[in-house]
């Protein structure tokens, strides 16, 4: 028999019959149901229900199952076992169904669907209703979920209940991944209103540790957005450099001393610096912008202003080293109308800075 012609309540080649019946002792009207147990078998509940049944010599094997559940929806699960033979993914028509389907599959132990219903989940806006349920849904299953349902959910309290700041906590890694990955939305979320979250997480008194442990993840994905615009992956490096602009303000606002660090790691990374110009005519515009703020906007600035408080042999250095490559990078600009203002922005930004030391 091959798997891939067989059909639901086909009688010619059923092995097994199943009886439904609710547990308030309605009986389905349309039973038996006649299924394979190969089919079947893809659910962990039948595959060792009917194991245990196996050595009757009667075919089709006979099967009662007494369900919580409304018919329709188990009996859609069930089909859903036959649709999944081709290895194709699983068809959902509204999250509504999802929601409903997503026990009956938890209860089957049918784990190809439970992962498909997250993967849809994931994909689609939940309404406040239904964000309710999948809430009760999976804090009662015990299932695995996806990273970004969790961020999700935990964004969504944190937006209603600022006070619990500290649930972030287990989420921050896979947000500030969803931000190195190029994602200009988290958790439905745009980034500015994910820094302020992050920003009032890390400096929230409630939970030193957790915020300890936000800062440690925004210096690690700091350190490899750098190493990705260094390396020859040209697909990540414009996500990188967004990402990296990104980081950096965060950090900024977060934590001094960490900002003051990050930028000195940028300022004295001599590969960083000839990735940038090596790779000058593969980056976009915006890459361009997003490359030159942080060099503008957060370094001069930061050195001008003293909002970074560095030596003079440093400040010399970084003027040394890199005014070339700001020059370089705002070229990149000429035609847009971005030009004259990056140029403009440089001189003043270098002139402020070679203010800083008298002996220039």
Known sequence: MIESLLQFGDRDTADVTLQLIRSDGTVYKRNPLYLHSQILGKSEYYKAMLSERWSSKKRPLEVKSTICHSFHKYIKCIKLMYSSQ??????????????????????LLFQDCI????????????????????????SSLQINTLPNINA???????????????MLEEFVPDMLS????GEDYICD???SKVENLLVDYCNANASPAGAAKCKSELMKQFMVNMERIKSDDKAKMNNSCSALFWLVGVIQRCDGILFEKVL?????????????????????????????????????????????????????????????????????????????????????????????????
């Open 86 to 107: 081709s290895g194709k993914s699983l068809c959902f028509y509204s999250t509504d169904e999802v929601l409903a389907i997503l026990p009956i599959a938890s209860e």
């Open 115 to 138: 992962q498909e219903c997250m993967r849809y989940l994931d994909a689609v806006y939940w309404n406040p209703a239904q964000e309710a349920q999948l809430v009760d849904l999976l």
């Open 152 to 166: 999700r959910l935990a964004m969504s309290r944190c937006k209603s209940h600022c006070e619990h700041l500290e």
């Open 178 to 181: 969803m931000v190195s990955n």
């Open 189 to 191: 979320l745009p980034r």
């Open 264 to 360: 000195k790691m940028f300022c004295e990374d001599a590969d960083l610096r000839n990735a940038l110009t090596m790779n000058l005519a593969t980056y976009s515009l915006g890459t361009i912008k997003d490359i030159l703020d942080i060099l503008i906007n957060r370094i001069l600035k930061g050195l001008g202003n003293g909002e970074i408080i560095t030596p003079p042999p440093f400040r010399l250095s970084f003027l040394m080293n890199w005014v070339d490559t700001m020059m370089d990078l705002s070229s990149g600009l000429i035609g847009s109308v971005k030009y004259k203002e990056s140029i403009a922005r440089v001189d003043k930004g270098i002139s402020d800075l070679a203010d800083t030391l008298p002996f220039v």
